[in-house]
Structure formats: structure tokens, C-alpha cells
């Protein structure tokens, strides 16, 4: 997908119109004759505004170090091997992962969705039809603030299109946000179909899962459940039977069934809520450029050496293919990888759940790999790749690591190189409704029934039962990372907890000292092994983090682009101390 140049956030949201660099930056120097007042005349014109919005998810899961990508590496769950250390991450500093882009990004996004809202009454429009366009606008604005509170914390809100030169922005509190866009959804939800006229048109069900993770966002516990238990009891069902375009293959199961890009939106599958659309057979001018989910979430297994200590394999070849050109950008650690996967009664090896199943996984063990060496002229040829045959190659953290091949396998039909090519992904799916209802249920005191929901999504996969007494938030983050992997934002995830136990004060958080006491980085410290002695360490980084890193940095040129306000920094990046007390609330009148 092309990528527009990026600009300054303040830059982004003084015009409609993409600003050239000529001696008047304010000056719109419109590309072509398809301007504002030309295009957004008419339905059809107005449905150009969706049609970007829907192609614009795919920034959260398509091309190299994609914001999907980032949720992991700022995880429980990995770290990044180029950029480790999260106390180089500056306001001014995000060398490798869009830490400080994606706040500009999704700005500008915010942009296109209040162009819609902001002129859609400038025509006359049957009145169901302009409903609907403003309530799937409302809903991918809502669906980037929702991450934009949860990567950031508290941000300015802009709820309508500027058109002119603002220099004046000001912070609003993530509290105030979460009610306008709880509002802005449960408006909109009543006027989006059950059903999608076309694939990718927003529906009444995403709404729901949307408004189900604002309510408990916002710790309306009751609600949460409500929203969830309206998708939970139809049209949607989790899938329990094998289905698809590998079905009957005997090898295979319903969790292999369920990532296969060509499952994710056919009739069979009843657990799709949303997802991205990107198929390797539409057009080209349709194709991003890949979601690159096995370039980013894979070893770079390709560089194992032989006996000679040249490479044994190379992805270039039938086994990479297969296994694709991993880069090990998000480097997964022992925790995901075994500890995740054991109970009293089962290590991981033995474990009946197969979302860890030997045929979904490829392993690496202590000494022996399960990927074969491939060069025809190697001493080792049709071997498995054995450690002490590494030679001079002595650090082995990018190359050697098990991962779950059900998810990250994308064949690339359209690139020469098997990175994770087009395909159609999962926003939002019915697994997550149970276990977004299952939390909610525990912060009401109700573990009973959070150990149901999480019984439903892991007797689908055979995994043994829980009772009551199992039903931690630990616990359910744990489930998260099980079913949901490469799925769901998972830094955002565990931000948006992190504020639900500071703000209810449970086990002595505190909203007061969020940045530099919270559960996202005691979490984090407990089952990371990267962040314990001995530390990860590449290419001159060592794994480092601290509390404050809970939340990203807002990037330096937005702050001093806003010459008349002040967009505050989060607490421990420099400039903080500048801070005022962000705008508490939000009027209907500023949409």
C-alpha cells in the first residue's frame, strides 16, 4: 500500500488537501482536479471517504513494522532485537517502529473520517443512506481513538475538519475521549446493517465489539457485558468443526482452518466480526503491499548455518516458501513460546490445546530444529538443522526460537520474496467478545462466569477446563495471548487494564502515579525473560524498559508545530514538565 509522505500532525490538520512543500505551506496544490468541492458532491462522492477508511485499517497489519507489529514488541510477550532498549525511545527518537509516526498517521486518518462528518449536510441525501455514512464514519474515527488513548494516553481531540490554519491545540483527558466516542458509537450502532452490503462495509456487530471495549474501558462493567452478550447470542458462533479450503486435509485442524486468509470471510465462518479485505487475486492497484506476518513474527531461520558454515537453507527456495523470509523483527520469549502452554497437568509438549499442536508450530529445540537443511551440496542435506553445527555463528537470538506456523504462514503469490503476502485479517472476531465479556465479568465480581466464556473459547481448541477460582486478570491476558496472537493490539490491550486497576485501585495502582507504578510494566517484568539478567542484547541494544514506557512518547515536532497551545508529553519524557491539565470534556457541538 503507498504510504503518503509524512507531515507534521499540525501540518496534516490544516487542510483537507495534501500540502505541497512550496513557499506556502498552507496553500492547497491539489494532485489532480478531484478536489473537495468537485468530489464530495454526491453519495458516491462521499463513499470515496468510507472506501479509503476501510482500505486505511490495513495499516495496522500490512508492510514492515506495522502498527500490529508494535503492539508486540511493546508487549509481555517480545521485544524488538533492533530497537530493545525503550529508554532510547524519545519524543524526538523511534528509529525502527512507528512509535512517534503512528501518532501522526492515525491523525491523519482521524482527518478523512471528520471531512465526511463535517460535509455531508452540505447535500440533500435520503436520510438513512447519510446515517449510515456518518456512522461508519463515527465508527473508524472512534475505532483510531480508541488506539490512540490506549498507545498514548491522553491527546487532543479534533472532532471536525479544519480548514484553515490551527495552531492552537490542547490536550484532552483519555477519560473525556472514551465518553465521546462511547456516545458517538451507541448512536451509531442502531444505524449500520447486520449485514454488509458489501464486503468491508462496517456492520452493526463490529459497532458492538467496538462499544464493548470503550464500556469496559470506561469501567461501565454492565454494559460491556451487554454490548458483548448481543454478539455473543447471534449471528456469530465460534467455529467447532473443521471448515474451508484445507478441510479435509486430516493432518490440519479448526485453528489452521481459521487463520487461512481464504477462510476469513467465507459464509462457513459464523466467528468473523470484521477484518481487513486484501486479496491476492483482486487487482493489483488493489494489493497492499503484504501484511509481512512472517518477515516480522518468524526467526530468521534462512541464516542457520551447516557444518561448513555456510547456510544450510535460504528462503529463496521451496522450504522458504513455506516458511517464509523471517526477520525476526518481533523476537517472542520463553513465556509465549512454553510456560504459556502448561498446567498442573501438562507441560507444553504434552499439552492437548492445539493452538499448540505440533502441526501448527514449528519447533526449535535445545539442539535440533524441525526445518531441514535444503542445500543440495551440504554435508547435512535432508538433515535437521543441529546447533552445534552453527560454526563461527555463535548468537543465535534472530535465528532460533519455536513459532506458531498456523498464523504466520501468508503465501506471497505476488512478490518474489515470502514475506507475507495479501491477505484478509481479522479486526475483530467472537473468541475476543467471550473473553472482553469474561473480564468485565471478573471486575464485577463474577469469576463464575468469566471461567465460562474462557471454557467456551478453550474447549473449542481441546484445551483443559478452568474453574472459577483460575480467573485472574493475569489469567485472562494469558488466554489473550493464546487465541489472539497476531490478532488484537496487545500493548493497547494491557494499557487500557492498566487504567481500569489504577483507577479502582486494585492491588495499590494509582491514576496519580500511573507513569510510574502500573500493572503494563509490572506484567511485563514478570514473564519477559528479555528484560531479566542476562539481558537481550543486539546490535548495541540492551533490553531495557521502565514504567513510563506503559505509555509512547508524543513526538517533539507536534508539540512545538503548536505554537498557541500545548499538546502535553507523557510523564517521564522530556518536556512533561510543561504539561497543563488536559480538557475533561467534550461537547456534542464539537462532533
Known amino acids: 500500500m503507498t504510504r503518503l509522505v509524512n507531515f507534521s500532525f499540525i501540518a496534516v490538520l490544516v487542510t483537507g488537501f495534501i500540502i505541497s512543500c512550496g513557499s506556502d505551506f498552507l496553500a ?66 523511534s528509529q525502527f517502529f512507528p512509535f512517534l509516526d503512528m501518532f501522526e498517521e492515525v491523525y491523519e486518518l482521524i482527518k478523512d473520517a471528520n471531512v465526511l462528518i463535517s460535509r455531508i449536510d452540505n447535500i440533500d441525501m435520503a436520510g438513512e443512506v447519510r446515517d449510515r455514512m456518518v456512522a461508519e464514519a463515527l465508527w473508524h474515527r472512534s475505532y483510531w481513538y480508541y488506539r490512540l488513548v490506549h498507545s498514548y494516553g491522553d491527546v487532543p481531540w479534533v472532532g ?38 458489501r464486503l468491508g462495509d462496517v456492520t452493526k456487530g463490529a459497532t458492538r465489539h467496538l462499544l464493548a471495549k470503550v464500556y469496559l474501558a470506561n469501567m461501565e462493567y454492565e454494559k460491556a457485558v451487554a454490548a458483548a452478550t448481543k454478539l455473543i447470542e447471534g449471528p456469530y458462533a465460534l467455529m467447532t468443526e473443521r471448515f474451508g479450503i484445507d478441510e479435509e486435509d486430516p493432518k490440519r485442524n479448526v485453528q489452521w482452518d481459521l487463520h487461512r486468509w481464504q477462510n ?29 506476518m512472517s518477515r516480522l513474527f518468524s526467526p530468521a531461520w534462512w541464516k542457520i548455518l551447516d ?42 509438549q504434552e499439552t492437548p490445546d492445539i493452538r499448540r499442536a505440533d502441526i501448527n508450530w514449528i519447533e526449535m529445540g535445545d539442539q535440533t530444529a524441525e526445518i531441514t537443511v535444503c542445500r543440495e551440496d551440504s554435508p547435512e542435506y535432508g538433515e535437521q538443522f543441529n546447533l552445534s553445527l552453527y560454526g563461527s555463528l555463535h548468537d543465535t537470538t534472530d535465528t532460533w526460537y519455536s513459532f506458531p506456523h498456523y498464523k504466520t504462514f501468508v503465501p506471497t503469490p505476488n512478490s518474489s520474496s515470502p514475506r507475507g503476502g495479501q491477505a484478509d485479517w481479522y479486526i475483530f472476531r467472537l473468541a475476543e467478545t ?50 489472539l496472537y497476531m490478532e488484537v493490539p496487545r500493548h493497547s490491550e494491557m494499557v487500557r487494564t492498566s487504567y481500569i486497576m489504577a483507577a479502582e485501585n486494585i492491588d495499590g495502582y494509582d491514576l496519580d502515579t500511573f507513569s510510574e507504578d502500573n500493572w503494563f510494566y509490572d506484567r511485563v517484568m514478570a514473564v519477559n525473560h528479555h528484560y531479566h539478567e542476562p539481558k537481550l542484547q543486539w546490535y548495541g541494544n540492551t533490553a531495557n524498559i521502565e514504567p513510563h ?18 499538546v502535553n508529553q507523557n510523564i517521564g519524557y522530556d518536556g512533561a514538565e510543561n504539561n497543563e491539565p488536559p480538557i475533561q470534556t467534550i461537547d456534542e457541538q464539537n462532533y
Open 28 to 93: 492547497p496544490d491539489p494532485l489532480s482536479d478531484y478536489t473537495p468541492q468537485n468530489v464530495y458532491i454526491d453519495e458516491e462522492g462521499f463513499e470515496t471517504i468510507l472506501v479509503r477508511l476501510r482500505q486505511e485499517l490495513q495499516r495496522e497489519n500490512t508492510g514492515n513494522r506495522h502498527y500490529l507489529s508494535t503492539e508486540y514488541v511493546a508487549s509481555d510477550l517480545a521485544v524488538a532485537v533492533f530497537q530493545a532498549d525503550f529508554t532510547r525511545n524519545t519524543p524526538s527518537n
Open 160 to 197: 471536525k475538519e479544519i480548514e484553515g490554519a490551527k495552531f492552537d491545540f490542547k490536550t484532552h483527558s483519555r477519560w473525556a475521549i472514551l465518553d465521546k466516542i462511547q456516545r458517538d458509537l451507541e448512536w451509531a450502532e442502531s444505524r449500520l446493517p447486520v449485514e454488509p452490503e
Open 264 to 292: 476469513r470471510n467465507i459464509p462457513a465462518n459464523t466467528e468473523t466480526i470484521y477484518t481487513t479485505v486484501d486479496r491476492p487475486d483482486a487487482p493489483s492497484d488493489a494489493w497492499s503491499i503484504g501484511v509481512y
Open 307 to 348: 557444518s561448513e558454515g555456510t547456510r544450510g537453507c535460504n528462503w529463496d527456495t521451496a522450504t522458504g516458501d513455506t516458511l517464509g523470509q523471517g526477520n525476526s523483527d518481533v523476537r517472542t520469549n520463553d513465556f509465549w513460546h512454553y510456560k504459556i502452554w502448561e498446567d498442573e497437568e501438562h507441560t507444553w
Open 434 to 483: 467471550y473473553l472482553i465479556r469474561a473480564e468485565a465479568n471478573l471486575w464485577l465480581g463474577k469469576s463464575g462466569a468469566a471461567a465460562d466464556d474462557i471454557n467456551k473459547v478453550r474447549d473449542r481448541s481441546n484445551a483443559p477446563l478452568i474453574t472459577a477460582a483460575d480467573v485472574t486478570i493475569d489469567y485472562i491476558f494469558d488466554e489473550r495471548a493464546r487465541e
Open 549 to 566: 514506557n506503559v505509555l509512547w512518547p508524543i513526538p517533539q515536532n507536534v508539540i512545538t508545530a503548536n505554537t498557541l497551545g500545548r
